[in-house]
């Protein structure tokens, strides 16, 4: 390309996971754009990496991942790099001593009270335990108001404290206001169009979207070792937006999970993928991993989960003062020229996987419109 410096970057992508490799490889496969990807962990596929554990079965280092969406562009755009497994997600939660339905439908009720209640009839039940709030504020105030005290307290409250090690009733209405209650059979967990695990694994996708020639990837790296010696144009940053800025309006918080994983000398561990524990358990769930890859294997590979406040950040705490803090880092970035902060991380939001590939798709729609990047930075 003419006047094309031939040692620069045209972009510095820090972050390997969905955010940095979507967006990677849209600028160097429909853009034509070099790119240099970062991370400072030994992996690509950020937190939906997977690999094989000792006993060679396919496990999700950073807890399940399950995926699903509504989009068919996203859908399509992830076909490019991988085939499929239809799996249609069930979860089940250990309450007074059964495995019931979660999300709670017609069966989790008709098991738990020993009824034979009908759909409409279950309609009625809801209706004359629930207790309404106006307005609705808290995740207590959502439960309580579809389902009444007694199943909030069976199945959400001790869930909800363990996994922020907060009462419902001091976070946010957000967290829960999508909890789906069904008067009817259907057990899923999730309802989307499009369900279903790459065939291969995450890591195998990952490594299909990588692999082209404008694309390097430098792993083990905080982009911060490199960045004023590597010449590149714009960066794509999906890092945590406020280490971005070095904290300078206070730390956003997050949420951690501790992962414990069992390899169990049987074919299977037990009756569903996940079983939640909405009790005294130290855990949140306990996921058995050959149900959502499919693989045929005479061991299986389970993991407990224990949410904790150090660590990895994985949930961004869904309070007040949060968001109005992380606005003031927005606000930052919209200020900071040739940088363009994407992903979870980056824009302090629990995401899912599919949202997080829409979000790098517009990106690249907006970066593709812009003329060729000047150099921020400079070798030494
Ligand atoms: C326990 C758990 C379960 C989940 N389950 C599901 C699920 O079932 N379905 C679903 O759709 N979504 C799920 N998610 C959400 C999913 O993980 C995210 O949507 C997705 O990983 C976000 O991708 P990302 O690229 O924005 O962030 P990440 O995957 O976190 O990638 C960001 C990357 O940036 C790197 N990085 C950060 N700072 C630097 C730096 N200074 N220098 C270099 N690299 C840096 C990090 O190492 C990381 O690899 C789950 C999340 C968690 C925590």
Same mark, same amino acid.
């Given at each position: 390309?003419?006047?094309?410096?031939?040692?620069?970057?045209?972009?510095?992508?820090?972050?390997?996971?969905?955010?940095?490799?979507?967006?990677?490889?849209?600028?160097?496969?429909?853009?034509?754009?070099?790119?240099?990807?970062?991370?400072?962990?030994?992996?690509?596929?950020?937190?939906?990496?997977?690999?094989?554990?000792?006993?060679?079965?396919?496990?999700?280092?950073?807890?399940?991942?399950?995926?699903?969406?509504?989009?068919?562009?996203?859908?399509?755009? @992830?076909?490019?790099?991988?085939?499929?497994?239809?799996?249609?997600?069930?979860?089940?939660?250990?309450?007074?001593?059964?495995?019931?339905?979660?999300?709670?439908?017609?069966?989790?009720?008709?098991?738990?009270?020993?009824?034979?209640?009908?759909?409409?009839?279950?309609?009625?039940?809801?209706?004359?335990?629930?207790?309404?709030?106006?307005?609705?504020?808290?995740?207590?105030?959502?439960?309580?108001?579809?389902?009444?005290?007694?199943?909030?307290?069976?199945?959400?409250?001790?869930?909800?404290?363990?996994?922020?090690?907060?009462?419902?009733?001091?976070?946010?209405?957000?967290?829960?206001?999508?909890?789906?209650?069904?008067?009817?059979?259907?057990?899923? *967990?999730?309802?989307?169009?499009?369900?279903?695990?790459? @065939?291969?694994?995450?890591?195998?996708?990952?490594?299909?979207?990588?692999?082209?020639?404008?694309?390097?990837?430098?792993?083990?790296?905080?982009?911060?070792?490199?960045?004023?010696?590597?010449?590149?144009?714009?960066?794509?940053?999906?890092?945590?937006?406020?280490?971005?800025?070095?904290?300078?309006?206070?730390?956003?918080?997050?949420?951690?999970?501790?992962?414990?994983?069992?390899?169990?000398?049987?074919?299977?561990?037990?009756?569903?993928?996940?079983?939640?524990?909405?009790?005294?358990?130290?855990?949140?769930?306990?996921?058995?991993?050959?149900?959502?890859?499919?693989?045929?294997?005479?061991?299986?590979?389970?993991?407990?989960?224990?949410?904790?406040?150090?660590?990895?950040?994985?949930?961004?705490?869904?309070?007040?003062?949060?968001?109005?803090?992380?606005?003031? *880092?927005?606000?930052?970035?919209?200020?900071?020229?040739?940088?363009?902060?994407?992903?979870?991380?980056?824009?302090?939001?629990?995401?899912?996987?599919?949202?997080?590939?829409?979000?790098?798709?517009?990106? *690249?729609?907006?970066?593709?419109?812009?003329?060729?990047?000047?150099?921020?930075?400079?070798?030494?």
């Amino acid at each position: 390309m003419p006047g094309r410096d031939a040692s620069m970057f045209d972009y510095l992508v820090v972050g390997a996971g969905f955010a940095g490799a979507v967006i990677a490889e849209r600028l160097a496969a429909g853009s034509d754009k070099k790119v240099l990807i970062v991370d400072k962990r030994p992996h690509i596929g950020g937190n939906a990496y997977d690999h094989y554990d000792t006993a060679g079965l396919l496990v999700h280092k950073y807890g399940p991942h399950i995926f699903h969406t509504n989009s068919r562009d996203v859908f399509d755009y @992830l076909s490019r790099f991988t085939e499929w497994r239809p799996y249609q997600h069930r979860v089940r939660a250990w309450v007074d001593g059964q495995l019931l339905p979660i999300p709670i439908n017609l069966d989790t009720v008709n098991t738990l009270y020993g009824l034979n209640l009908t759909s409409f009839q279950l309609e009625e039940f809801f209706r004359s335990v629930a207790e309404p709030r106006s307005p609705v504020r808290t995740s207590e105030d959502v439960i309580v108001g579809k389902v009444g005290r007694e199943l909030y307290e069976k199945f959400f409250r001790n869930y909800t404290r363990k996994q922020w090690n907060l009462d419902p009733s001091e976070l946010d209405a957000a967290v829960t206001s999508r909890v789906p209650v069904r008067t009817n059979r259907d057990d899923r *967990y999730f309802t989307d169009t499009y369900q279903a695990m790459p @065939l291969h694994g995450y890591t195998r996708m990952f490594e299909k979207m990588l692999t082209h020639p404008n694309i390097k990837i430098m792993l083990h790296t905080d982009y911060r070792e490199i960045e004023s010696v590597i010449p590149f144009g714009e960066m794509v940053y999906t890092g945590p937006i406020d280490e971005y800025f070095d904290f300078r309006f206070g730390k956003l918080p997050y949420r951690s999970i501790e992962f414990r994983f069992e390899t169990v000398d049987r074919p299977v561990f037990q009756d569903f993928p996940v079983v939640n524990y909405p009790n005294e358990n130290p855990y949140t769930r306990c996921t058995e991993f050959k149900y959502l890859t499919g693989q045929e294997h005479q061991k299986t590979s389970v993991v407990y989960e224990y949410p904790c406040a150090d660590g990895d950040p994985y949930y961004p705490v869904p309070r007040p003062e949060n968001t109005a803090r992380y606005r003031e *880092y927005h606000a930052l970035a919209d200020r900071t020229p040739h940088v363009h902060f994407s992903g979870r991380l980056a824009t302090y939001k629990y995401y899912n996987m599919d949202q997080v590939v829409a979000q790098s798709l517009t990106l *690249y729609k907006k970066l593709s419109g812009l003329r060729r990047p000047q150099p921020v930075a400079q070798p030494a």
